[in-house]
């Protein structure tokens, strides 16, 4: 168990709607990223936050968002789902802010938009 | 041309066996190399981590950086069924803060 929490696991929805996924980070760790996981793309990053404040940003849809509240766990937000946004998305953790630190996957959740 | 090319399998070994898998990639700035495993259904959890050329071993695992021709390998010897896994090459570096650069991954099934 990485200790990375991550809901819902499953989550089925319809083309056009919004959906919000949580993390919630390994105890102590301060930096969040979220990265998306499909067949044909492999693990791609769309962006970290490290206590609260936006820090990299990789291959995200302006459809998309994200946010660190205060106690550290972070939402993703998608909106104007299409068919291509079904994935796996990915939430992972670390303690320190920097690309070394090794990262705590949690489990996914596996979005189906229809 | 891709950043990082990795072999894409899938491999199937017998248990006992000796599997080489390998990623290459073109971005010099890459600093730090990395392996993670992806069981099923399951988060990629850390295998091994390095960031000088040469081979680094934990175990029945040997990570090896090449950085004159872009090359990094996992050797596996005495492969065990609780192997079977993908197996995804990270590179971390350059400008990009906060961002790893992940391969395909390599499906490998190890059966009896």
């Known amino acids: 168990d990485s200790g990375v929490t991550q809901t819902p696991k499953h989550l089925i929805t319809a083309t056009g709607q919004r959906v919000t996924l949580r993390c919630s980070p390994r105890s102590g760790d301060l930096s969040v990223y979220w990265y998306q996981q499909s067949l044909d793309q492999g693990l791609q990053f769309l962006i970290q936050?490290?206590?609260?404040?936006?820090?990299a940003k990789g291959n995200i849809l302006e459809r998309f968002s994200a946010q660190q509240f205060p106690d550290l766990h972070s939402e993703l937000n998608l909106s104007s789902l299409e068919l291509g946004d079904s994935a796996l998305y990915f939430c992972?953790?670390?303690?320190?802010?920097?690309?070394?630190?090794?990262?705590?996957f949690g489990n996914g959740t596996r979005l189906t938009v229809t | 041309q891709k950043e990082v090319e990795q072999d894409p399998g899938p491999l199937s070994v017998p248990e006992g066996a000796i599997v080489s898998l390998n990623c290459t990639y073109s971005?010099?700035?890459?600093?730090?190399f990395m392996w993670y495993r992806q069981y099923s259904r399951k988060g990629p959890e850390l295998l091994m981590y390095?960031?000088?050329?040469g081979n680094k071993e934990d175990g029945r695992f040997t990570a090896q950086v090449d950085k004159s021709s872009k090359y990094i390998s996992l050797f596996i010897r005495d492969s065990q069924s609780s192997d079977s896994a993908t197996y995804l090459c990270v590179f971390a570096g350059g400008t990009s803060y906060g961002k790893l650069t992940f391969g395909q991954g390599t499906i490998l099934t190890v059966h009896p």
């Open positions: 936050y490290y206590n609260g404040e936006e820090r």
């Open positions: 971005n010099s700035a890459f600093q730090y």
């Open positions: 992972a953790s670390t303690t320190g802010s920097s690309y070394n630190s090794p990262l705590h």
């Open positions: 390095t960031y000088s050329s």
